[in-house]
């Protein structure tokens, strides 16, 4: 019983950590030479929020599904389409003397935290199935630790590749990133909206 909970879990988590995963790429390309504390933290900041949000989604119930199911994709889209929009307009307007500087630094903790919450916001649709389902309190947990776990390590994993390929479009990082964020946030809406279904 325990072990199937865990296993369905971790195939949820694997499938929401999607979209963290690819952000995470594009934090990895930004930063260029990441580091251990890189990799942690953007793992820590997507894996708590992707735990946190079945739970808040299973806590508020099925009274506020219909709310979520309504907006979330909206919020979403507006939440990546400002980040990758201010990316790509400072990777643009950026000095040849100062490409260091050339974007939104990825580890700026407003940065994470409006990321993590785009990208996470599936995860409360997730916990209002678990309230549906009549889950208990205890299997709700375990299974958005699971997911938090999961998109953890993906997330941890996305740093990591995006700063061994940023190299190779290391000009082109912020553009790059930020059209990322951007195509992430437009799949979310299209999806919310039902014009496509991934």
């Known amino acids: 019983m325990v072990f199937n909970l865990i296993l369905t879990a971790a195939g949820l988590g694997a499938g929401l950590?999607?979209?963290?995963f690819a952000a995470a790429?594009?934090?990895g390309m930004i930063i260029k030479k990441t580091k251990f504390r890189h990799?942690?933290?953007t793992g820590i900041f997507f894996g708590f929020f992707?735990?946190?949000m079945p739970m808040?989604?299973?806590i508020s119930g099925i009274g506020l599904s219909e709310y979520i199911e309504?907006?979330?994709h909206w919020l979403a889209f507006f939440l990546l389409l400002f980040i990758g929009g201010k990316m790509i307009l400072e990777s643009l307007r950026?000095?040849?003397a100062d490409k260091e500087k050339c974007c939104e630094n990825p580890?700026?903790?407003k940065t994470l935290t409006l990321m993590a919450i785009a990208t996470s916001i599936d995860a409360m649709l997730v916990g209002v199935s678990f309230a549906a389902g009549k889950m208990t309190v205890v299997n709700a947990f375990i299974s958005s630790a699971v997911i938090g776990l999961i998109t953890f390590v993906i997330s941890f994993l996305g740093v990591k590749i995006g700063g061994k390929t940023a190299g190779k479009a290391a000009d082109k990082a912020g553009v790059f990133g930020g059209g990322i964020l951007i195509a992430i946030g437009t799949k979310i809406l299209l999806e919310g909206l039902h014009i496509i279904n991934v």
């Open 50 to 52: 992707q735990m946190l």
């Open 107 to 109: 580890m700026d903790f």
């Open 70 to 72: 309504d907006y979330a």
């Open 25 to 27: 790429v594009s934090n």
């Open 94 to 96: 950026k000095n040849r």
């Open 39 to 41: 990799e942690f933290i």
């Open 56 to 58: 808040i989604g299973w």
């Open 17 to 20: 950590a999607m979209d963290a």
